[in-house]
């Protein structure tokens, strides 16, 4: 009778766990927070530079879905964390990364958002960190650097455009868009 015990002790204990995934040798949880909203990893993939792994990326939303375009349409609570596996990544980098991958939307009417976003970048993306871009509808689209707030963009059109970074059907980035999909 304790060995059964004990074993539904431990099945329940299992069960309660959050599970992770491991890409590129860094741990994803498989689940984070949107302001009340639960997400859930829907894929997850290496963003590389030649040969060179930069960061293991994962996508989180509320349920799973492999639909690019309704990812970068749908205003719901969602998140993009990059988890840097390459020793360094200097600012001026991930800003022409971003501007590039932004030159692929219509931004037009979105230049000082962009210029707001690219700001929040004044330090090296360093091995080992953590930067977590989380949108919740009226909001906006935040960033975090190893779980430190660094700022808030506002709009559902910057949402767009900055998730089409990774989504859109001009993305750079079509492996790990995939992997993101959960494809």
């Given at each position: 009778?304790?060995?059964?015990?004990?074993?539904?002790l431990v099945v329940l204990f299992l069960t309660?766990?959050?599970w992770a995934l491991e890409i590129g040798g860094k741990i994803l949880p498989?689940?984070?927070?949107?302001?009340?909203?639960?997400?859930m990893i829907n894929g997850a993939?290496?963003?590389?530079?030649?040969?060179?792994?930069?960061?293991?990326?994962?996508l989180y939303l509320p349920e799973k879905c492999s639909d690019a375009?309704?990812?970068v349409a749908d205003d719901v609570p969602m998140a993009v964390k990059m988890h840097f596996i390459?020793?360094?990544?200097?600012p001026e980098?991930?800003?022409?990364a971003w501007n590039a991958g932004f030159a692929k939307s219509d931004i037009s009417n979105l230049s000082q958002e962009i210029a707001t976003f690219n700001s929040f970048f004044k330090e090296d993306a360093?091995?080992?960190?953590?930067?977590?871009i989380i949108y919740i509808p009226e909001e906006g689209t935040s960033f975090y650097i190893n779980g430190n707030l660094i700022g808030t963009v506002a709009g559902y059109e910057f949402k767009k455009a900055l998730f089409g970074i990774w989504f859109s059907d001009a993305t750079e980035l079509p492996g790990l868009r995939d992997a993101m999909l959960g494809k």
């Open positions: 009778m304790k060995r059964i015990t004990l074993f539904l309660g766990i959050a498989d689940k984070m927070k949107a302001g009340d909203t639960e997400l993939g290496l963003r590389k530079k030649l040969i060179i792994k930069v960061y293991a990326g994962a375009a309704k990812i390459y020793r360094k990544v200097e980098k991930l800003i022409e360093k091995k080992d960190d953590v930067y977590d």
